[in-house]
């Protein structure tokens, strides 16, 4: 099976699997500790039903989006993903093409392997920047007014990324960090030619391009890499920190891994414009709630005041739509589209687009839906 004949996300992640080396595989999939929280994000789903009407003209059926006074194409964007380089050389670049002509937003991660410049120049629009906060704080300043400069739309600070935490996949293949690779890990990746083909090609593991200026004229992988390593997670950052990329930051500002109600809030006071309700696909705090979880009661209680948006788990459409029951506005996907790229580059990242469009587009149709605005928790079965 190629990523043209994948019929559903799974699919894709099947042919992710069998092109990656183990390591990078894993690194990908890695959840925390037990992975009960990456196992839930996606369980979560099946135990919701959506409440068919029937008898309805769903001859014309639209899922464009208005978010921030911005119509997108659809009401899922690419989350950010660091290193996705080690899954398909240039993805960064990638994403940001795709999100273009797609008409969706794309988060560049604080942890690319490509920089805020080289993504600018493929595309500013549509592109948002996210940033972790460094124990040097200059750095982080320095990186908010790259993304300004280079015309990113908006701000996302991830916040739930307080400490390292034990990603035991990572740990048992002896790679915890995604840069060097051991012996044995390298021979393993033999067995995969197309992968180990483009990474001997390229020279190596493949850097974080927007830190290499802060390492200085002599910067290499393993320096940079360094740098990063020793500057986050910045365990000292509070909403003191929030306060002050406000400030700074002058476009939509956006709170990524916020799951308390109390912190939505906070959020509120700090003005920001959105929250990402997240638990980082599993990959942090593995006793967390899965976003879907707490989004209700926060929708409730918050949409009114600020954006409330979502990650995690999701695999299909009809998740989507689910999320927009419960209360989203918008979601993002962060595992879906990296197995799109390790599938087959930049058509297989469009496959992941076009299976979750037709998907939510199915199930619109089924379910007696013309507008993804109609959506309400109306339309969930009422034993969830
Ligand atoms: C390989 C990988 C790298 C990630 N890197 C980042 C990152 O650099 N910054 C961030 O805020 N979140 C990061 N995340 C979390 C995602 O943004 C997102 O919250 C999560 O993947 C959503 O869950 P899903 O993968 O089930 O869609 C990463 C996730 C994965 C799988």
Known sequence: MNYKQAVNIYDLRKIAKRKLPKIAFDFLENGAEDEICYGNNENIYKEYKLLPKYLIDITKRNQKTLLFNKLYSSPFGFAPTGTAGLFKRGAEKMLAEISNKENIPYIMSGAANESIETISEISSKNTWYQIYATLDREII???????????????????????????????????????RMKPSIFLEALTHPGWIYEYIKNGGPPTMGSWTKYVGPNANVNKTVDLFVKNVPATNQTWDDIVKYRKRWKKKLIIKGILNPDDVKKCIDCEADGVILSNHGGRQLDKAPSPIQVLANISDCYRDKIEIMVDGGIRRGSDIIIALCLGAKFVFIGRAPLYGAAAGGLEGIKRTCDILKEEIDQNMGQIGCTDLDQLSKQWLHKNN
């Open 141 to 179: 300043y320095d990186q908010i007014d790259r993304a300004d400069k280079a015309g990113f739309e908006a701000l996302v600070v991830t916040v739930d990324v307080p400490i390292r935490t034990k990603r035991e996949k990572n740990i048992r293949n002896g790679f915890s960090n995604s840069q």
